[in-house]
C-alpha cells in the first residue's frame, strides 16, 4: 500500500467515525429531550412534593407540641398521685395509732 491510498483509508475511517459518532449523538438527544409537556408534569409534582413536605413539618410540630403536652399532663399526674399516695400512707398510719388505741383502752 503506497502512500496515497494510505492517506484515503485513513481519511476514509475518519469520516467513517465522524458519522457514527454524530449519529450516537443525535440518538442520546433524540431519546433524552424532555418535552414542554413533560417539563410541566415536573413542574406539578415539584410543586406537589413540596406542599407535602410543609404538611409532613407540620404534622411533625404538631405531634412535638402535643408530645410535650401529654408529657407535662403526666408529670403532673404522676406528682399528684405520689402526694395522694404519701397522704394515704399518713392516713392509714393515722388509722393504726387510733386503732391500737381504742383498743388499749378497752
Known amino acids: 500500500m503506497n502512500r496515497t491510498e494510505f492517506v484515503i483509508v485513513t481519511a476514509i475511517i475518519l469520516f467513517v467515525a ?19 409537556q413533560d417539563l410541566g408534569e415536573l413542574d406539578r409534582m ?4 413540596h406542599e407535602a413536605e410543609e404538611i409532613r413539618d407540620q404534622a411533625i410540630e404538631y405531634v412535638e407540641t402535643r408530645e410535650r403536652e ?17 397522704g394515704l400512707r399518713e392516713a392509714r398510719a393515722e388509722a393504726e395509732y387510733y386503732r ?6 378497752q
Request: aromatic fraction near 10%.
Open 70 to 86: 401529654l408529657t407535662t399532663r403526666l408529670s403532673q399526674t404522676q406528682a399528684e398521685l405520689d402526694a395522694a399516695m404519701s
Open 100 to 105: 391500737a388505741q381504742v383498743q388499749g383502752l
Open 46 to 49: 415539584a410543586q406537589a412534593l
Open 18 to 36: 465522524f458519522a457514527l459518532g454524530w449519529f450516537a449523538n443525535w440518538l442520546v438527544h433524540r431519546f433524552t429531550r424532555v418535552r414542554q
